[in-house]
């Protein structure tokens, strides 16, 4: 897990093995960063579209031997994750980063998730923007999951720094009666 960003002075250096480190995962973290940042404000359309313009951008141009896989089932850039674990560093697809899903017979049906590569790397972004004390806003059509996936990450899937606080609103619903909720919790 990700920890806050400590500020590091200009003129540290880092241990070698570090230094290497960093070398060896800089350049794929870097496009990685790429798609979910200046990649992330497209929608659906405009994700072929960027993927196409990133890919032929990265083809013409050196890109320190990043390339991004094309499997099937992952077609684009925004379908893989770079793994930095030595042993199996690269980019996977999504899916795979998640172990075999399996749902208990005694599991109701109303409480049953299953994982897909857009749930999974939402709340894969989720965890490491919380983890970097910033805000987070999920938006999406009705009845996509959000509440569900942001629900389960925060009980589940966070450390015990966090400590989730939910907060129904109605049309009723006054400051006052906000501020009472927060405060009690």
Not at 132 to 144: A, E, K, S, W
Request: contains cysteine; aromatic residues 10%; charged residues 20%.
């Amino acid at each position: 897990n990700a920890v806050p960003s400590q500020p590091v002075p200009a003129t540290a250096t880092p241990a070698k093995e570090v230094s290497e480190k960093i070398e060896a995962v800089f350049p794929s973290l870097f496009f990685m960063s790429l798609v979910w940042s200046v990649g992330a404000s497209c929608d659906g359309g405009s994700r072929v579209k960027f993927d196409k313009f990133l890919r032929g951008l990265m083809k013409e141009n050196e890109t320190f031997g990043v390339e991004f896989p094309m499997e099937e089932g992952a077609e684009s850039v925004y379908d893989y994750y770079y793994n930095q674990d030595e042993e199996e560093r690269g980019f996977i697809p999504w899916l795979q980063t998640q172990k075999d899903h399996v749902v208990q017979k005694s599991t109701k049906f109303h409480d049953i998730l299953i994982p897909t590569k857009d749930t999974i790397r939402s709340m894969w972004l989720v965890e490491h923007l919380l983890t970097q004390r910033q805000h987070v806003l999920c938006v999406g059509p009705t009845g996509t999951g959000k509440t569900l996936n942001i629900q389960k990450k925060l009980l589940s899937g966070m450390s015990d720094k966090f400590v989730p606080v939910f907060v129904n609103f109605s049309a009723q619903t006054s400051s006052n009666q906000l501020q009472t909720n927060l405060m009690s919790k």
